[in-house]
């Protein structure tokens, strides 16, 4: 049983950077594919990024491409998604999820899922 904790969202201004971490327990960090996701209210979870199990591979959706960025310190069990320039477009519920395989990881698919942590960017 993997247990996912997220940290660092908060309300900024557009423009204004942010870091969340993902902090993992329960299980090898390293055996897990990571992603990140967000949802706004009323609509279902959309993918922002993903990470391979050694962080030598990783996928960014369109939205975020140039802005975002994932990394990972399997050393420190921890997940982040750095995320600069932000629009009052990125504001949701941002959640990191864990699963066993890279490919076609979605959020119906993770084995794993934290709780999510708030980001609200103001225009």
């Known amino acids: 049983q993997v247990q996912l904790v997220e940290s660092g969202g908060g309300s900024v201004q557009a423009g204004e950077s942010l870091r969340l971490s993902c902090t993992a327990s329960g299980d090898t960090f390293s055996r897990y594919a990571m992603a990140w996701f967000r949802q706004v209210p009323g609509e279902d979870y959309q993918f922002v990024a993903k990470i391979s199990r050694s962080g030598g591979s990783f996928v960014l959706a369109d939205s975020v491409r140039g802005r975002f960025a994932i990394s990972r310190d399997n050393a420190k069990n921890t997940l982040y998604l750095q995320m600069n320039n932000l629009s009052p477009e990125d504001t949701a519920v941002y959640a990191c999820?864990?699963?066993?395989?890279?490919?076609?990881?979605?959020?119906?698919?993770?084995?794993?899922w934290g709780q999510g942590t708030q980001v609200t960017v103001g225009a």
């Open positions: 999820a864990a699963r066993t395989t890279y490919p076609a990881f979605n959020w119906g698919s993770a084995d794993y």
